[in-house]
């Protein structure tokens, strides 16, 4: 039972390089999202979607994209890394009317 | 604005005293709240929560206690095992889906 999948587990970028980070659920859960987590700041939405097809920004958004490709997949796109952009980054999923989020083991990213 | 504070960074316990993990929030219209448990290189898992019509909710030895009038809540672990030793995040559940996080509280139980 994988749950949430993230990968890759680690990345380091140096500045102005692109990336992909995946996420994929096997819950059949309607709403995904994409937290990053910084030291003193705890965790902070970057995008969520709410269902397959729709997606939102968060409370972060600047210097991402998201794609919801499917109900399984949602996926966060960093155009154009900086440092600032140095941070784990967690996926979650959850039901539709469900107060419980179930989250990715993390990918750490360092922007150099 | 953080909509949700954890103000103690860190806390330390003996092994089979009680720990208290406090959380303050700022919007009275937040009516679900969460506490995530943390162990290091893996994701944050889902603890125990507590919906507003309530003002206590336990499981085992884990009881967290909600104060709307002070829009405060707190965890209890009675009594604390080294295997607690994690960071703990406090959550809201907001408007729009989305959950608000603290910064969390890293948590060590002293054997």
């Known amino acids: 039972n994988a749950g949430v999948t993230q990968t890759p587990k680690f990345q380091v970028l140096k500045t102005g390089q692109s990336m992909t980070l995946q996420c994929a659920q096997d819950?059949?859960?309607?709403?995904m999202y994409w937290y990053r987590q910084d030291p003193g700041m705890g965790l902070r939405l970057i995008y969520y979607?709410?269902?397959?097809?729709?997606?939102d920004k968060g409370e972060v958004p600047n210097g991402y994209n998201v794609s919801r490709l499917n109900k399984r997949e949602f996926s966060l796109r960093l155009e154009s890394a900086a440092p600032s952009q140095t941070s784990v980054y967690f996926c979650a999923s959850s039901e539709s009317g469900s107060r419980r989020l179930f989250f990715g083991s993390g990918t750490q990213l360092s922007v150099l | 604005d953080q909509q949700v504070k954890q103000n103690s960074p860190s806390l330390s316990v003996q092994e089979g005293r009680i720990s208290i993990l406090n959380c303050d929030y700022t919007?009275?219209?937040?009516?679900?709240f969460l506490w995530y448990k943390k162990y290091p290189a893996e994701g944050p898992t889902f603890l125990i929560s507590i919906s507003s019509i309530k003002d206590k909710n336990e499981d085992g030895r884990f009881t967290v206690f909600l104060n709307k009038s002070a829009k405060h809540l707190s965890l209890h672990i009675v009594p604390s095992q080294p295997g607690d030793s994690a960071v703990y995040f406090c959550?809201?559940?907001?408007?729009?889906?989305?959950?608000?996080f603290g910064t969390g509280t890293s948590l060590t139980v002293i054997p």
């Open positions: 979607s709410a269902s397959e097809g729709t997606t």
């Open positions: 959550a809201v559940f907001g408007s729009g889906n989305q959950f608000y």
């Open positions: 919007n009275s219209m937040f009516d679900y």
């Open positions: 819950m059949n859960h309607n709403s």
